[in-house]
């Protein structure tokens, strides 16, 4: 037999070369294909993975509304509200899988009534696991598999020292914090409490686990954080007497309840853009600067988006990110966004990169009110790359359609949830929307980064 000729390794050399140019030359023409044939999704676009072309409407067989949402670590999407049956409003919850359909883990079939009277206002994941939710029932907490934790506060159900509970923020040690007051009116305060892990009332913090703050005759909080060095934030409206005046207003404690005295002298700041303000939402950058969002409302041009960053003495943001110091934050550390005649920012999230995604009621001539979401750059600037001229409205129904709650999944795709109004489809309303034709925030294919693993 004649052997094999033997190559030189010259020749080796310049086959190895070949092969590789051809395996680099079809991965680079897959890759063009591939981001060809992705290119036609527009950041902002509905994701048609989700539910039914990027929407989902849950009914729990009543008239129902949602007005919280969180994501858990493993991608599934808890939103908490209210069902209204007969004559009586009951806490609701439902939790969905990332490709929207119901969780038949949670509840049997993905939805839970609490049994509690209210509507659910705040959410937030426990460490560990469940969730912790707020309303005008107090405090409670739900297991992985949509039952009511019975060992927490009594029978399940923790005592607030106000009737109407905003919102929630867990502390890295477990403790609760929640916002409220007592009905809202007349001579209300920034009411914040302070729960121990187990619903028990954390007599440590201010006076015996409640502090009170005053700015004006009528004061409301309505969101709450918690920075990564302890300290508590507030946010809400501080209104005059006679209704005829209201701000931004901020509070800032330390971890024992106490007034932070390097927040703009005496733990409390207001922002006026000229018109009536209500804040609805905050959250707290990286740099530990915070950004609140509500609405403006300027008879008769109606409502617009409301927007203020502040620095971390509380101080508004008139300089920008340390890396744009020529580009201030908006105009005076506002910014003022309009979509038409009636339009309310209720939610706020930042993105990984540092862009700010806002959702509220958008009202365009012509219609009831929609979803709407508008994404803005570092600066404050409105995001041109982002739907349309940074603006996106999605009609959910036939009514008046509110968001309530928005949140970035780890591959970057944007959650909102809210209610509708006078539609006759008053269901929990989700929609997904994707951020960019050929990758996602982290750089990622679509469907992200692998999952963690398992988590109920």
């Given at each position: 037999m004649i052997g094999a000729p033997k190559l030189g390794r010259s020749v080796v050399s310049t086959l190895i070369r070949k092969r590789t140019s051809i395996a680099l030359v079809s991965v680079f023409a897959f890759a063009i294909l591939w981001i060809?044939?992705?290119?036609?999704?527009?950041?902002?676009?509905?994701?048609?993975?989700?539910?039914?072309?990027?929407?989902?409407?849950?009914?729990?067989?009543?008239?129902e509304a949602a007005q919280a949402l969180i994501l858990q670590p493993n991608g599934k999407i808890v939103v908490g509200g209210s069902t209204y049956q007969g004559?009586?409003?009951?806490?609701?919850?439902?939790?969905?899988?990332?490709?929207?359909?119901?969780?038949?883990?949670?509840g049997g079939d993905g939805t839970v009534t609490l049994g509690v009277s209210g509507s659910i206002w705040g959410l937030a994941f426990r460490p560990g696991g469940g969730v912790i939710a707020v309303g005008e029932f107090g405090a409670v907490r739900i297991q992985w598999n949509g039952l009511l934790d019975t060992t927490f506060g009594t029978n399940g159900v923790a005592q607030l020292p106000f009737g109407n509970a905003w919102d929630l923020a867990i502390q890295q040690d477990g403790k609760i914090v929640a916002v409220g007051c007592n009905?809202?009116?007349?001579?209300?305060?920034?009411?914040?409490?302070?729960?121990?892990?187990?619903?028990?009332?954390?007599?440590?913090?201010?006076?015996?686990?409640?502090?009170?703050?005053?700015?004006?005759a009528q004061d409301t909080p309505f969101a709450v954080a918690v920075q990564r060095d302890g300290r508590i934030v507030v946010a809400g409206w501080a209104e005059n007497a006679n209704s005829t005046e209201s701000d931004f207003a901020l509070a800032r404690y330390n971890p024992d309840g106490s007034l932070d005295s390097t927040f703009d002298g005496d733990g409390?700041?207001?922002?006026?853009?000229?018109?009536?303000?209500?804040?609805?939402?905050?959250?707290?950058?990286?740099?530990?600067?915070l950004v609140v969002v509500g609405q403006s409302t300027l008879p008769p041009t109606g409502n617009d988006f409301a927007l203020a960053r502040l620095n971390t003495d509380g101080s508004l943001d008139t300089q920008g990110l340390d890396r744009y110091l020529d580009a201030p934050f908006g105009t005076g550390g506002k910014v003022l966004t309009s979509f038409g005649d009636d339009d309310i920012a209720t939610s706020v999230e930042i993105e990984p990169g540092g862009k700010i995604l806002v959702a509220g009621l958008a009202s365009p001539e012509g219609t009831d009110g929609d979803f709407g979401l508008v994404r803005y750059n570092v600066d404050g600037s409105v995001d041109s790359s982002f739907g349309t001229a940074g603006k996106v409205t999605t009609a959910m129904t036939t009514g008046e359609d509110v968001p309530w709650g928005v949140v970035v999944q780890r591959d970057g795709r944007i959650v909102v949830a809210g209610g509708s109004q006078g539609s006759g489809s008053d269901d929990f309303l989700l929609a997904r929307y994707q951020v960019r034709g050929c990758c996602f925030i982290d750089g990622s294919p679509p469907g992200g980064p692998p999952d963690p693993g398992p988590l109920p």
């Amino acid at each position: 037999m004649i052997g094999a000729p033997k190559l030189g390794r010259s020749v080796v050399s310049t086959l190895i070369r070949k092969r590789t140019s051809i395996a680099l030359v079809s991965v680079f023409a897959f890759a063009i294909l591939w981001i060809t044939s992705a290119g036609a999704v527009t950041p902002g676009d509905l994701d048609p993975s989700f539910g039914t072309g990027g929407k989902v409407a849950t009914d729990f067989g009543g008239s129902e509304a949602a007005q919280a949402l969180i994501l858990q670590p493993n991608g599934k999407i808890v939103v908490g509200g209210s069902t209204y049956q007969g004559d009586e409003v009951t806490a609701a919850l439902a939790r969905y899988l990332p490709d929207g359909s119901l969780d038949p883990v949670f509840g049997g079939d993905g939805t839970v009534t609490l049994g509690v009277s209210g509507s659910i206002w705040g959410l937030a994941f426990r460490p560990g696991g469940g969730v912790i939710a707020v309303g005008e029932f107090g405090a409670v907490r739900i297991q992985w598999n949509g039952l009511l934790d019975t060992t927490f506060g009594t029978n399940g159900v923790a005592q607030l020292p106000f009737g109407n509970a905003w919102d929630l923020a867990i502390q890295q040690d477990g403790k609760i914090v929640a916002v409220g007051c007592n009905g809202c009116l007349g001579n209300s305060d920034f009411r914040v409490a302070r729960l121990n892990p187990d619903g028990t009332t954390d007599e440590s913090f201010g006076n015996g686990g409640e502090v009170d703050t005053d700015f004006d005759a009528q004061d409301t909080p309505f969101a709450v954080a918690v920075q990564r060095d302890g300290r508590i934030v507030v946010a809400g409206w501080a209104e005059n007497a006679n209704s005829t005046e209201s701000d931004f207003a901020l509070a800032r404690y330390n971890p024992d309840g106490s007034l932070d005295s390097t927040f703009d002298g005496d733990g409390r700041t207001t922002i006026d853009f000229g018109a009536r303000e209500f804040a609805y939402d905050l959250a707290v950058q990286s740099d530990a600067k915070l950004v609140v969002v509500g609405q403006s409302t300027l008879p008769p041009t109606g409502n617009d988006f409301a927007l203020a960053r502040l620095n971390t003495d509380g101080s508004l943001d008139t300089q920008g990110l340390d890396r744009y110091l020529d580009a201030p934050f908006g105009t005076g550390g506002k910014v003022l966004t309009s979509f038409g005649d009636d339009d309310i920012a209720t939610s706020v999230e930042i993105e990984p990169g540092g862009k700010i995604l806002v959702a509220g009621l958008a009202s365009p001539e012509g219609t009831d009110g929609d979803f709407g979401l508008v994404r803005y750059n570092v600066d404050g600037s409105v995001d041109s790359s982002f739907g349309t001229a940074g603006k996106v409205t999605t009609a959910m129904t036939t009514g008046e359609d509110v968001p309530w709650g928005v949140v970035v999944q780890r591959d970057g795709r944007i959650v909102v949830a809210g209610g509708s109004q006078g539609s006759g489809s008053d269901d929990f309303l989700l929609a997904r929307y994707q951020v960019r034709g050929c990758c996602f925030i982290d750089g990622s294919p679509p469907g992200g980064p692998p999952d963690p693993g398992p988590l109920p």
